[in-house]
């Protein structure tokens, strides 16, 4: 319940404050999916699950964040659970491949952090690591503004086509595959930036 009320408040602020408009939606699958958007500002979770449409969404997020037991306790109703990003998480991984084989919608951003000033910052390998392990594909997306969210930009989030981790590439060594597909994920969201405001580098 506090979840499908967050949600509205969340879509009906940003209506009013943002001028919140959503593109290529259509580009999200059926079933399954890992929607992996840039990470700006506090705004961009709750505008990505309101742009999602879909009310069974689930966020991953630093675990650092539950460590305040009210805090950590509201993040939990609202379709939120704790990472380790220090290591490989089995435990937020089996939680991750729970929610995926339901058909649910998982929000990773790839960043791990939130970049500053329209900079993108180099990719954690723990989306490809979830992308590789549970076969979901993971749709690049783009919220364009958010850096700039102190003066009431108009909010856009932006998804782009999905694309699957390659099980068949030969000469690499995992941890280079997983590297790899997570600059990959990168590309694909700095693709979506029509109005040329964010930068990206490896």
Do not use: C
């Amino acid at each position: 319940m506090l979840y499908i009320l967050g949600y509205w408040l969340i879509w009906l602020t940003g209506k009013l404050l943002f001028r919140f408009r959503i593109e290529g939606r259509r580009n999200i699958p059926q079933g399954g999916a890992i929607i992996a958007p840039n990470h700006a500002s506090y705004w961009d979770p709750p505008l990505v699950g309101a742009a999602i449409d879909r009310y069974q969404v689930y966020f991953m997020a630093k675990r650092q964040l539950f460590r305040f037991p009210i805090f950590g306790t509201v993040l939990k109703m609202i379709h939120t659970f704790p990472v380790d990003r220090g290591k490989i998480d089995i435990a937020a991984f089996r939680k991750a491949l729970r929610i995926l084989n339901r058909g649910k919608i998982l929000v990773v951003f790839p960043e791990g952090g939130r970049g500053k000033g329209g900079r993108l910052r180099s990719p954690q390998p723990g989306i490809a690591w979830i992308a590789h392990k549970t076969k979901f594909p993971v749709v690049p997306t783009l919220v364009v503004n958010t850096h700039r969210i102190k003066v009431f930009p108009r909010v856009t989030v932006r998804f782009g086509s999905p694309i699957y981790f390659e099980t068949d590439q030969r000469g690499e060594n995992e941890k280079s595959r997983y590297r790899n597909f997570a600059h990959k994920i990168m590309e694909g969201i700095i693709k979506l930036d029509r109005e040329e405001q964010y930068r990206y580098g490896i």
